[in-house]
């Protein structure tokens, strides 16, 4: 199955613009099939991560849903399983092999709040799980989660209809554009290589 | 050895504290010994790491330098070992032994950046690596980076000082105050447990 979708909650225009779209990013380069945003609607943030889908490929859903509740109603009801990301869940290691048993069968939706997470998100969750128990990120807590689930797909992932891709190189930044001319995406390394 | 430093390279007041609020956060989560931030000087974020710190407990050192390139330079004449985390660079899992060697013995400065990185750090860094090739996210690579290299710190990672504590649970939010009688921080799930 391995199909992955990430619910951000509470999103606030002015103020989460950019964290929720590290989240959008991540998900995608991690191996999520999409994201859902729920909080203020906000269509700077769904089209920015389009734009990233269509230049870098995809695919990769991207939508707005106002009622999350429904949302994660309809998800359960339909065989998905929620894992709630939080830093007072259990341990990621202590639940990961359940947690695979559970990809390789059904959908699952991947919760990941802003600041407060109302009470009802740890209850209707299947499992509440932690990226360690200190406060930090919900960015760095996706990535984590969906690169330890995944076991390295971020290193591995590839869109079959990207634009431009990146061949690694130790010293300089190095784009594609699809039909293989160099890009020279950005001036800074001014020499990229023509290949 | 195993000191880290994360670098965190032009900051903006107004458009990422919350994102180097949380390349700070994730630095002291999984493993980091400080954070040295660069760009607009900005006491909010100082600050709110540093309130952190205290009550989550350290250390964590948390400071502002305008002047990022003598940074880096004195830290290379001391001996440090500069990794440049960007989505141009060679895939974490080909050098991570390598690295692994290195930080036996050297103190690591992590520089990530905002948007646009100088060429300069490219070539002053003695690694370019990425944690994929896709666009993503500052704060999911420091984690993954931080993760892989510290193998799962974060999950062992304790703080002395700290006034407060998580006990994971399934379905809630416990957290004890250091004198171990029990703090229900967020009201939300109000039957936090007397432990």
């Given at each position: 199955m391995r199909r992955i979708t990430v619910l951000r909650l509470s999103h606030r225009v002015g103020r989460d613009e950019r964290v929720?779209?590290?989240?959008?990013?991540?998900?995608?380069?991690?191996g999520a099939s999409g994201i859902v945003i729920s909080g203020d609607e906000d269509r700077g943030v769904i089209e920015s991560l389009t734009r990233v889908t269509e230049l870098w490929g995809g695919p990769f859903e991207v939508r707005y849903v106002r009622d999350w509740r429904g949302y994660l109603r309809s998800a359960k009801a339909a065989g998905a399983y929620v894992v709630h990301l939080t830093m007072y869940g259990?341990?990621?290691?202590?639940?990961?092999?359940?947690?695979?048993?559970?990809?390789a069968e059904r959908e699952m939706v991947v919760v990941v709040?802003?600041?407060?997470?109302?009470?009802?998100?740890?209850?209707?969750?299947?499992?509440?799980?932690?990226?360690?128990?200190?406060?930090?990120?919900?960015?760095?807590?996706l990535a984590v989660f969906l690169d330890r689930l995944l076991d390295?797909?971020?290193?591995?992932?590839?869109?079959?209809?990207?634009?431009?891709?990146?061949?690694?190189?130790?010293?300089?930044?190095?784009?594609?554009?699809?039909?293989?001319t160099a890009l020279a995406e950005d001036p800074s390394p001014s020499d990229d290589k023509l290949l």
């Open positions: 929720t779209t590290h989240v959008g990013l991540t998900a995608r380069a991690f259990l341990p990621l290691p202590e639940v990961l092999e359940e947690l695979r048993r559970v990809l709040g802003s600041s407060k997470v109302p009470r009802e998100v740890y209850e209707v969750a299947d499992a509440n799980v932690s990226i360690g128990n200190q406060p930090h990120s919900e960015v760095a807590a390295g797909l971020v290193f591995r992932i590839s869109f079959s209809d990207a634009k431009v891709r990146v061949v690694p190189d130790p010293r300089r930044k190095v784009v594609l554009r699809r039909r293989e």
